[in-house]
C-alpha cells in the first residue's frame, strides 16, 4: 500500500466519520437543549412541550449534505494538512455555512414545522469540534503508520540539479511525510557527466543507474513516483521514460524549469484550444473583486461615522499640543506604481522629516510628540485613512502602501518586491497581524505580502480585519 492508497482510505474514514459526527451532534444538541435542564429559560425561544426527537432524526440526511458539501468546497478533505490551526480556521467558515444553509433549508422545506435554534447552533457547535478532533486523530493515526513504514511511496529523482538538492531537505525536514527518496537516476553514462559525482555524494542518497535502465529500476526499487528535472533531462529522454514505464504503474512528475514562479494558484488552462500553463492571475477581479470594493465602501463609511467624534476630539488635541496642521499628508505608491497621498493624524514634529529625509518611524521615535507616540501606540493616527479608503486609494486589506522615495531603492533590492503592486494597499495587512510592521524584515513583509496576493478570499480578509481589531485591543499593533 503506497500514500496515496493510504490517503484515500483515510479520506473514506474522515466521510465516515463526518457523517456519524453530524449526526450523533443533532442528537446530543436535541438532550442539551431540552431534556438535560442545561439551558436557561431566559434565552429560550421555542415555548411549549418538547418536540418529538423523531422531528430531528428527519434532519440528519439533510444536514449530513450540508456538511458534505460544504467540507468538500473548502477543500478539507485532504488528510496531509486537516490537523493543523489553518484547517480549525477553514472549518469554523465551514461550521457557519452550514448552519446558514441549514436554516434557510428549514425555511423553504420544512417551513410548517418549528425546529428550536438552538439545537441546530449547538449541532454546528459539537459538530465542529468533532470533526476538526476527528482530523486530529486520522492525522495522528497517518503518522503512526507512516513510521512504521506503511503507506510510504518510494520515490527516485531523474537527473540532478540544485533544486533536487532543496527538494530534497524539505522532503527530509517534513517527518513521516509518507514519501521516501531511494536514490538518484542519472542520463546515459559518458564523459564530462556532472550528474555521476553530485548523485553519489548527496546527503546518503546513491545513484540507482541510469536512464536507459529506468523501467528495471522501478522494478527493482519498486518505486511509486519519479521526479524527472527538466533543465537536465531532454524531451526525447522524457519521452524514452514514458514510453519505457508505460506497462507499470508508476507516478512520473516534472519539476518544470520555470517552478521558481509556479505557485499554488498556477493551473494549465486552454487559450484558443492551445494548452498554456498559467503562472499568474490577476487577482481580485469579477464578483468577488466588487463585492471587496462595496465591503471597503460600506465599512470605511461606518467607520467615518461612529468614530467622528473621537477623531474630531483627536484633532482638538492635536491643534492644542503642538504647532502645524492636524493631517499629514505623504505620498506613497499603491496598486500598478500609481502615486497617492495618505492621510494621518500628524504624530510628529511639522520639521521630522526635513533632516532625515523618507525613513520609517523607530521606536521610541524622537520626532514624535507626547501625543503623537499615545496615538501611534493605540494606531490612532491612522483613522483618516479611511478617507483613503472611501476614495478607492486604498482597501481595508492589503500590503502597506510604501514612500515613495524608497521604492527605486527597494525593487533592486528585494526579489519580488513589485510584487506587491499588484493590488490595492490596504489599512492593514497579512504581515502587519503576523508582527511585521514598521521597521522590520522588509524581506519577510515581501513574503507574507505574496503569500495574501496568492491566497486571497474574502474569508481571508476577514481574518485579518478580526485579528487587527484583537491587535489593536491589546495595544501591539
Known amino acids: 500500500m503506497n ?31 431540552f431534556e438535560s435542564g ?4 431566559v434565552l429560550v425561544l421555542h415555548k411549549g412541550g418538547t418536540p418529538p426527537l423523531d422531528d ?12 458534505l458539501m460544504t467540507l468538500k468546497g473548502l477543500k478539507l478533505y485532504r488528510p496531509e494538512n486537516n490537523a493543523t490551526l489553518s484547517a480549525f480556521w477553514t472549518l469554523c467558515k465551514a461550521a457557519g455555512i452550514a448552519l446558514i444553509a441549514t436554516l434557510a433549508a428549514l425555511f423553504f422545506i420544512f417551513h410548517h414545522d418549528a425546529y428550536s435554534r438552538w439545537v441546530m447552533l449547538l449541532a454546528s457547535g459539537f459538530s465542529l469540534v468533532w470533526l476538526f478532533l476527528g482530523r486530529l486523530v486520522l492525522y495522528r493515526f497517518r503518522q503512526a503508520i507512516h513510521a512504521q513504514g506503511v503507506g510510504i511511496s ?21 517527518g513521516n511525510s509518507g514519501y521516501q527518496c531511494v536514490g538518484i537516476i542519472n542520463r546515459k553514462t559518458g564523459t564530462g557527466n556532472p550528474e555521476q559525482a553530485g548523485a553519489s555524494s548527496t546527503e546518503g542518497y ?33 519521452l524514452q521514460i514514458l514510453h519505457a514505464c508505460e506497462g507499470v504503474p508508476v507516478q512520473i512528475n516534472l519539476l518544470p524549469e520555470l517552478s521558481e514562479f509556479i505557485r499554488s494558484g498556477t493551473v494549465i488552462t486552454f487559450f484558443k484550444d492551445i494548452p498554456v500553463l498559467r503562472l499568474r492571475e490577476t487577482p481580485m477581479q469579477g464578483m468577488q473583486g466588487i463585492v471587496k470594493r462595496l465591503i471597503d465602501i460600506v465599512f470605511s463609511l461606518f467607520a467615518l461615522t461612529v468614530l467622528s467624534p473621537l477623531m474630531l476630539a483627536i484633532a482638538i488635541a492635536i491643534r492644542l499640543t503642538s ?40 521606536d521610541d521615535d524622537p520626532r514624535e510628540t507626547s501625543l503623537g507616540k499615545f496615538l501611534r501606540r493605540w494606531s490612532l493616527d491612522e483613522l483618516p485613512q479611511f478617507f483613503n479608503v472611501l476614495k478607492g486609494d486604498m482597501s481595508l486589506v492589503g500590503p502597506r ?66 485579528k487587527t481589531l484583537w491587535a489593536i485591543k491589546k495595544g501591539s499593533r
Not at 499628508?329 to 529625509?357: C, L, P
Request: charged content about 25%; hydrophobic content about 45%; glycine content about 6%.
Open 206 to 238: 546513491q545513484n540507482l543507474g541510469q536512464i536507459d535502465e529506468v523501467l528495471q529500476l522501478v522494478q527493482k526499487h519498486r518505486l511509486d513516483m519519479l521526479f524527472i528535472v527538466s533543465p537536465t533531462i531532454s524531451n526525447a529522454a522524457i
Open 38 to 41: 442545561w439551558t436557561p429559560e
Open 154 to 174: 518510494r520515490i527516485a529523482l531523474v537527473g540532478y540539479d540544485a533544486r533536487v538538492e532543496a527538494f530534497i531537505q524539505d522532503l527530509n525536514a517534513k
Open 323 to 362: 504647532p502645524g496642521k492636524v493631517i499629514f499628508r505623504q505620498e506613497r505608491v499603491g496598486r500598478a506604481g500609481k502615486r497617492f497621498h495618505i492621510y494621518k493624524f500628524r504624530s510628529m514634529r511639522v520639521d521630522a522629516e526635513e533632516e532625515v529625509g523618507h525613513v520609517w518611524a523607530k
Open 3 to 33: 500514500n496515496k492508497t493510504l490517503d484515500h482510505l483515510l479520506i473514506t474514514l474522515t466521510v465516515l466519520f463526518d457523517l456519524c459526527f453530524v449526526a450523533t451532534a443533532i442528537v446530543v444538541a436535541y438532550w442539551v437543549r
Open 56 to 67: 430531528y432524526f428527519r434532519l440528519i440526511p439533510l444536514m449530513a449534505i450540508i456538511w
Open 401 to 466: 502602501p510604501e514612500m515613495s522615495g524608497l521604492i527605486d531603492t527597494f525593487r533592486e533590492s528585494i526579489p519580488h518586491y513589485l510584487a506587491r503592486q499588484r493590488v490595492k494597499s490596504g489599512m492593514t495587512g497579512w504581515a502587519q497581524v503576523n508582527g511585521l510592521r514598521g521597521n522590520t524584515s522588509l524581506e519577510e513583509r515581501v513574503s507574507y505580502d505574496r503569500y495574501y496576493i496568492e491566497n486571497w478570499s474574502l474569508g481571508l480578509d476577514i481574518k485579518i480585519i478580526l
